[in-house]
Each structure stands twice: as C-alpha cells, then as structure tokens.
C-alpha cells in the first residue's frame, strides 16, 4: 500500500468518466487502501478519489472526523461503486479540490443524501449523510463522472484564488 501522488489539472483521467469496479477483489482492496493512506497524508483532506490518483475506476474515500462543518460523520470509508440513492434540496457553499490547488468556488449541492456501493468486503453499503460529509460525497462522486467542481460553479463570478492550502 501506498501515499499515491495526486493528479492536478489538465491530466486527462481527470475528465474522463471511470469504468465500475465490478468485483471487490485483491487489487480493489489494494486501491481502496492507497485511497485512505494518500488521504490521511494529505493535510486537510476529507475525500479523494481514485481518478486523483491515476486510477479510472469508480471507487473514492471520504473521512470528515473532526471537521467543523461536519454534522454526519462515517469515519473513514471507500466506496466503489457508488450511487446515489435519494437526495435531499441543494445548497450553495465554498469547495476546493486537491486537484485543482489554485481555486476554491461555490457549488450548489444537495444538503442529504443517501448513497450505496460496495464497502471493502464486497458487502452492498447505504449510507445516509448530510451537511459537510454529503457535499464530500458528492465532489467525490463528481470525480468519478470526470467533473470536477469547476464544472458545476454557476460561472466565472463563483471561482475564487485559494487563500490558504493547509
């Protein structure tokens, strides 16, 4: 397992949608812990994507323990997968990605959700977030689309340079 090196704006697997998983398999398992390692390594990081770390499938790991504007919180968990089940109203608020370092921007996303995947087991997983951890799960999932928050600003006057990176 590895601290995998994040890709960043305009490497081309960042906007290309991912192909499933399909089964949870040793090599699955393998990328799901190369998720969590380069994310407990990465200052400030609450979810990361397997596209992010050059890795066209669709699995991603989230973990806002300790976050501020977290209300639901999992722990740390990877999803391949992932869907989304039901979805609550939207709401507008501030995100940067890792892979865009330079820019933060306001993207309307909705403020609950319940999503499902496969856990790193292989078991069918549902989950039922809000508040900061649905907006995590929803930029991941983005990833997985090959979007990136730029794509859902509402325009030019919504990106802002990035003030601080910690």
Same mark, same amino acid.
């Given at each position: 397992?590895?601290?995998?090196?994040?890709?960043? +704006?305009?490497? @081309?697997? /960042?906007? $290309?949608?991912? #192909?499933?998983?399909?089964? =949870?398999?040793?090599? %699955?398992?393998? +990328?799901?812990? @190369?998720? /969590?390692? $380069?994310?407990? #390594?990465?200052?400030?990081? =609450?979810?990361?994507? %397997?596209?992010?770390?050059?890795?066209?499938?669709?699995?991603?790991?989230?973990?806002?323990?300790?976050?501020?504007?977290?209300?639901?919180?999992?722990?740390?968990?990877?999803?391949?997968?992932?869907?989304?089940?039901?979805?609550?109203?939207?709401?507008?608020?501030?995100?940067?990605?890792?892979?865009?370092?330079?820019?933060?921007?306001?993207?309307?996303?909705?403020?609950?959700?319940?999503?499902?995947?496969?856990?790193?087991?292989?078991?069918?997983?549902?989950?039922?977030?809000?508040?900061?951890?649905?907006?995590?799960?929803?930029?991941?999932?983005?990833?997985?689309?090959?979007?990136?928050?730029?794509?859902?600003?509402?325009?030019?006057?919504?990106?802002?340079?990035?003030?601080?990176?910690?």
């Amino acid at each position: 397992m590895t601290v995998r090196h994040v890709l960043t +704006l305009p490497h @081309d697997v /960042l906007t $290309t949608p991912s #192909a499933p998983v399909g089964t =949870v398999d040793a090599e %699955a398992r393998a +990328l799901a812990e @190369d998720l /969590l390692q $380069t994310m407990a #390594a990465s200052p400030a990081c =609450v979810g990361l994507a %397997a596209p992010q770390i050059g890795v066209g499938r669709r699995a991603f790991a989230v973990d806002v323990t300790g976050h501020r504007k977290a209300r639901s919180c999992h722990g740390a968990f990877v999803l391949f997968d992932p869907e989304i089940v039901e979805r609550g109203p939207a709401e507008v608020a501030r995100e940067g990605c890792m892979s865009v370092p330079e820019l933060t921007g306001d993207v309307a996303r909705a403020t609950w959700l319940t999503v499902a995947g496969l856990d790193v087991d292989g078991t069918r997983r549902e989950l039922r977030v809000d508040a900061f951890e649905a907006r995590a799960v929803q930029h991941e999932l983005d990833h997985l689309d090959g979007l990136l928050f730029l794509d859902r600003v509402a325009g030019p006057h919504a990106v802002f340079p990035r003030k601080v990176y910690r």
